[in-house]
């Protein structure tokens, strides 16, 4: 059973920069098969993707975030982790980590972290 | 970008009754890339359809999604206690890109 979990500091202040970490176990993160992604949810909000990874570098992410988003993997820990600088009170979020499905022409999320509430806050 | 919109915000229904849940897109999308997830208060979401019309593992037969090009729907065919809650709709497109609908809120009525 694949299960992911997030990490990382629980209170960000204005103008710092996030960091989270997801750990991937019960599977590797060096498939093929999947992406690795940061998805948030702003409180009583829908779904944001913040963006994804392959296992081998490669990066996508959300036009509005981009300037300020920094996605990595490391294969050898099992990890991936997201970076968000010069953040505002308006990336107070619950943050998730996810796999995205990206095989036989069928996409989709199907494991997802617990999230992490991230505040932003002086 | 592909805008999905989903109807109506909020679904007021009593146990044992259908729901019927829309999804339209901007643009036309392969439903091969279509997925639909329901989330609790406080939990992560779960996937429950994906390819338009496939149920994910576990997932029981009372729920069920249908539709093509920019047009989808997910319908509960008799509302168990359990399934109220909130159910977005997603879809993967170019760049590559993921977005999700806004999200209709099925709450007991």
């Known amino acids: 059973q694949v299960q992911l979990q997030e990490s990382g500091p629980g209170l960000v202040k204005p103008s710092e920069t996030l960091s989270l970490t997801c750990t991937v176990s019960?599977?590797?993160?060096?498939?093929?098969?999947?992406?690795w992604v940061w998805i948030r949810q702003a409180p009583g909000k829908g779904l944001e993707w913040i963006g994804s990874?392959?296992?081998?570098?490669?990066?996508y992410y959300n036009s509005s975030l981009k300037s300020r988003v920094i996605i990595s993997v490391d294969t050898s820990k099992n990890q991936f982790s997201l970076r968000l600088s010069s953040v505002t009170a308006a990336d107070t979020s619950v943050y998730y980590c996810a796999r995205f499905v990206a095989a036989e022409a069928l996409y989709y999320f199907d494991y997802w972290g617990q999230g992490t509430l991230v505040p932003v806050s002086s | 970008e592909i805008v999905l919109t989903q109807s109506p915000g909020t679904l007021s229904l009593s146990p044992g009754e259908r729901a019927t849940l829309s999804c339209r897109a901007s643009?036309?999308?392969?439903?091969?890339?279509l997925a639909w997830y329901q989330q609790k208060p406080g939990q992560a979401p779960r996937l429950l359809i994906y390819?338009?019309?496939s149920r994910a593992t576990g997932i029981p037969d009372r729920f069920s999604g249908s539709g093509s090009g920019t047009d989808f729907t997910l319908t509960i065919s008799r509302l168990e206690p359990e399934d109220f809650a909130v159910y977005y709709c997603?879809?993967?497109?170019?760049?590559?890109?993921?977005?999700f609908g806004g999200g209709t809120k099925v709450e007991i009525k």
């Open positions: 997603q879809q993967y497109g170019n760049s590559p890109q993921v977005t």
């Open positions: 390819g338009a019309s």
């Open positions: 019960g599977g590797s993160i060096s498939s093929s098969s999947y992406y």
């Open positions: 990874i392959y296992y081998r570098g490669t990066t």
């Open positions: 643009q036309s999308v392969s439903s091969s890339f």
